[in-house]
């Protein structure tokens, strides 16, 4: 196989050549379309070519039929290979929308012997990819003496494959003059150019990191894991969902939308750049029946709606995936964001993970193991932390199915606690709770300290307090001169006499649960700046000095 031969479960029509002209424009590759539905393009595909018989046999004129056909016969193949699942879109049986798993074949198997033999299997098949198409890759597997067949368990891999992280990228786009693009054609085993969409993380704290992607990348591994948790949180063909994650270039946004087509629900893709208004205004009208997008967004548009008048319970949703920071694993804001809506919270992301429907928060479960390798290593020796109930360490990724997204041995940045016991709900998957990243860390006279923590305690303080916070910094971190300043804003109702009683009470909780005493600056009601993008933590005034 050559190096840049792709293997698309979906290819859309590109590639034609300069001198081919479509019969009619092509929108993207509806991949998240039922057998059935391909079936009825192709008909009428056919009934256009009988009412322009003229174009048939004309040179370097590419009708709908000699686009469909080979897609359906390829989208029956990947029909096959679900085996128990129905084909997507909306034809599924009521008997199938109560089956426990998305992917019965696979997902049964999740954190199991069998399933460490396929990851075995599926990774030295990776490495070799990678050694055969990608030249960075190459050359490093020369120099750390890796050879992909002599891989002999997961324990050999990490040991012989160094990490790569987010410095080593920038380090690599520095020595490629600043062309992130001709880096990425050195690390991929797919060239630039058969790429079909790129994303990129929120970049911030430095330039984001981009998230190249295939079709194959897109429908077989990013959105299979999306709709493997999707459909645990109790999603199906007939919802709605309210995207409400920013859609310019990040992840969660267009990805994640494309990659759940297959679920065959209905997308709603207002995104978090419309603003509030227009947010609430889409879910008046097309009345979603699922919220997708950050914590605090969620929490802002309660604020909004009741300014309006309006009860958040009213807007219809039935079921909420947060995700993106901190918020939707943390008790406080969970029991506030259930009760605002009526609705079901879920957690989902720093990976593969979605939380379950068990009342307590239980973590997310890892729903990838054929998908993607993870693993735990320290965060300051990079030593592998065994996955064992309760370790906590920092996650790094293996994507063994990725194309465009070759992870290898990749952090983004996590800390995570992984839970390996049987989880109450009885779904399968070790679960992991995200314990903060390591770039929001920070350091209090040896205390390790994460924005997270300081959430669920200003959190449990609602509505004394608004929930609105800032962690004020004056030098740049991880080190922080105690004590670390804390801004928060006090509960509309509360009144400002009282507020000294409040602090000596706040400030003993911080002292219980995260182990410092704040210094606590007091802020008006909604004097914070709110954000529908990504909830803002920190007030870096060292960079205004």
Known sequence: MARHERRHAFPPPRGLGKDTRPLCPWPAWPVGLGLESVRNQVAAARETVLLFPWIMGKPGVVTAMDMLVPRVKMFAKACERWKGAPAPGKGGSAVDDERPYWNMEVEPKLNSPEMREIQLAKLKAFLRRLYERAPFYRRKFDQWGVAPDKIASLEDFAKAVPLFDKEGLRAMVLEYGGDILAVLDQIMPVRVDDLNIMATTTGTTGVPTPYPMTWHDMVEVWGEAMVRGMWRAGVRSHDRILFCFALSMVIAGIPTMMGCHRLGAMAIPVGAEAGTDRILLMQTLFRGTVYSGTPSLAEYLIEKCREQGRDPKDLGLRILTCGGEPGAGIPEVRRRLEEAYGARLFDAGAGFGFSCDHPEYQGMHWTADD??????????????????????????????????????????????????????????????????????????????????????????????????????LTEKPPRVVPPLKVKIERGEDYPAEKLPELEREMQAAFHIKAKFTPEIIWAEPGELERSTYKGQVFEKLYEQQ
């Open 371 to 472: 998908l993607a390798l993870y693993e735990l290593v320290d965060p300051e020796t990079k030593e592998s932390v065994p996955l064992e109930d309760g370790a906590e360490g920092e996650a790094i990724f293996t994507a063994m199915e990725g194309e465009g997204m070759a992870w290898l041995r990749t952090s983004l940045g996590d800390i995570h606690q992984v839970f390996t016991s049987p989880c109450p709900c009885g779904k399968t998957g070790f679960r992991y709770k995200v314990v903060g990243r390591t770039d929001d860390m920070l350091k209090v006279k040896g205390v390790i300290v994460y924005p997270a923590v300081v959430e669920g305690v200003v959190s449990s303080f609602v509505p004394r307090v608004t929930g609105e916070f800032r962690i004020v």
